[in-house]
T-cell receptor, first 116, second 111 residues
């Protein structure tokens, strides 16, 4: 495996289900990110982790719970979601954070989530 | 705060003709700027980046972008469009340790 991988690629869940999205990066990076991409809306940054510490939480509802057990893995735990949470969830990684954002981010293919 | 504005939500070109995707940015300091491309049902792929070195940046697949500070622009160009260039393109500026994405421009390439 190379780059950034995400599983599952597609997920359909009911509003009362609990599921998790998984992201793994094989690039030796120190920072990882979760984004939400909804139709006709700009990409929304959800969470940022640097060296397994959460450094950014962009006012995301508590029904989304991230976990970063090590610098290669990132999870997004989902529970009691709403239909408006249906979207493409993208994971990304970068070498480091960088105070001026010099480091480009590498994206996974995303998980297409549908909440019914 | 840093921001980007992509001036066209959709651009349509014929195969073999030039591509121009426009982006203006707002930044309180010398920014890093990026262009990403997203093909249908795929993640985002970095096309090119500007980090205060040469103002004309060359990227993958024949794309390039020119940083113009006086115009606060970072337009993406390609001399000759290919059918495989059909995708959505995002102009991105750094804001501290975060990236701020434009709304995207969908490029359609007609045969």
């Amino acid at each position: 495996e190379t780059g950034v991988t995400q599983t599952p690629r597609h997920l359909v869940m009911g509003m009362t289900n609990k599921k998790s999205l998984k992201c793994e990066q094989h690039l030796g990076h120190n920072a990882m990110y979760w984004y939400k991409q909804s139709a006709k809306k700009p990409l929304e940054l959800m969470f940022v982790y640097s060296l397994e510490e959460r450094v950014e939480n962009n006012s995301v509802p508590s029904r989304f719970s991230p976990e970063c057990p090590n610098s290669s893995h990132l999870f997004l735990h989902l529970h009691t979601l709403q239909p408006e949470d249906s979207a493409l969830y993208l994971c990304a990684s970068s070498q480091d954070l960088g105070s001026r954002g010099w480091y480009e981010q590498y994206f996974g293919p995303g998980t297409r989530l549908t909440v019914t | 705060a840093q921001s980007v504005t992509q001036l066209d939500s959709h651009v349509s070109v014929s195969e073999g003709t030039p591509v121009l995707l426009r982006c203006n940015y707002s930044s309180s300091y010398s920014p890093s700027l990026f262009w990403y491309v997203q093909h249908p049902n795929k993640g985002l792929q970095l096309l090119l980046k500007y980090t205060s070195a040469a103002t004309l940046v060359k990227g993958i697949n024949g794309f390039e972008a020119e940083f113009k500070k006086s115009e606060t622009s970072f337009h993406l160009t390609k001399p000759s469009a290919h059918m495989s260039d059909a995708a959505e393109y995002f102009c991105v500026v750094n804001s501290g340790n975060k990236l701020v994405f434009g709304a995207g421009t969908i490029l359609r390439v007609k045969s």
